[in-house]
């Protein structure tokens, strides 16, 4: 006997605004706009403009994720934090020591900010944050240092390289109540540098080293020591990330004066061995800028576009990411 779903097909859902989450190869009508669509895959990444942010911010950290961002501190400096949504960015609560130029961890509601440059001084300062609330941590970090950078989590983070007057190559890790230097310096003393990942499985690269020297080296951490990945296409300092050690995003910095256009929005993707430049770049070029997120789900958070520092936010979305495409007959 043919069955009812042979003999009319499936039924398609008619709705009046697209899902917030569809489904790859789900198959809608919009009754409102009066088109068929469906949940697709991205092809090629792209950054799109989102919500402004309330305080421009210059040399910023950050973390979270696309939908869920927090942004804090910055020249000034500014102890104000902001909270992203998706849409919009509202005041969190304030830090305890203003700063700017530290190292980051965590998501919006467990997230960690560590070292930096006061105005007055370097810190090694720890502050937890608990989606509302900054609290200090008794422990500072071993090396006071600025423009450093960091990875994992509030209870198992890696800060590496800065700036304590001279380049530093030092590497701690952060249990949720202390911090321990690892034998496992970076093979490239730097500073300006950024990262992500995991504190087992942590990602270095770009930054400055010597006076004018933008670098392109890759480190890879395992928990224990530094390996050299592979290099950046574009040479710079003051970028963003975002992602993994095998699944990273850099994007924006500066590539340093008679490189022909020193403040870059080039983006590029690493795999776990191989840098690969993104067609997508930032329609706002800038350096000094906050990260955070996944390789196919981004942000990129103000920063200092060369002349201005801007409320700017845009949302990277990678190749692979959902996305809703409109059907039509071919």
Do not use: H
């Not at 902001?82 to 849409?87: A, D, K, L, V």
């Not at 994007?251 to 590029?268: I, R």
């Not at 770049?281 to 997120?293: D, H, I, P, W, Y």
């Amino acid at each position: 006997m043919a069955e009812y779903i042979n003999i009319r097909g499936q039924s398609i859902e008619v709705v009046a605004s697209d899902p917030a989450n569809p489904t790859i190869g789900q198959i809608w009508y919009n009754s409102t706009s009066n088109t068929l669509k469906g949940g697709g895959v991205t092809a090629a990444g792209a950054w799109a403009s989102g919500g402004n942010l309330g305080t421009a911010r210059n040399s910023a950290a950050g973390a979270g994720t696309q939908t869920a961002g927090l942004v804090f501190g910055g020249v000034g400096p500014l102890d104000a934090t902001e909270e992203y949504n998706g849409t919009s960015w509202t005041a969190g609560g304030n830090l305890g020591t203003a700063r700017y130029g530290m190292g980051s961890a965590g998501i919006q509601t467990a997230a960690l900010a560590f070292a930096g440059y006061t105005g007055t001084g370097l810190t090694g300062a720890t502050e937890a944050y608990d989606g509302s609330t900054w609290t200090t941590s008794p422990a500072s970090i071993n090396t006071a240092r600025s423009s450093l950078d960091g990875a994992g989590t509030q209870t198992s983070a890696l800060a590496f390289g800065g700036y304590t007057g001279s380049d530093s190559a030092a590497t701690e890790e952060y249990d949720g109540s202390t911090w321990t230097t690892s034998p496992g310096s970076l093979n490239t003393a730097r500073r300006a540098i950024t990262g992500c990942g995991l504190q087992t499985a942590g990602l270095a690269f770009g930054g400055i080293f010597g006076p004018t020297t933008a670098a392109s080296a890759t480190e890879e951490y395992n928990g224990s020591t530094w390996t050299a990945g592979g290099n950046l296409n574009t040479a710079r300092v003051s970028l963003a990330s975002a992602g993994t050690q095998t699944a990273g995003l850099g994007f924006g910095g500066y590539t340093l004066p008679g490189s022909g256009s020193p403040v870059t929005g080039a983006t590029e993707e690493y795999d776990g061995s191989t840098w690969t430049t993104s067609p997508g770049s930032m329609s706002t070029a800038r350096l000094n800028l906050a990260g955070a997120g996944t390789q196919i789900a981004a942000l990129a958070i103000g920063g200092y576009t060369g002349t201005t520092t801007t409320v700017a936010t845009e949302e990277w979305n990678g190749a692979g990411s959902p996305t809703t495409v409109t059907i039509t007959a071919s």
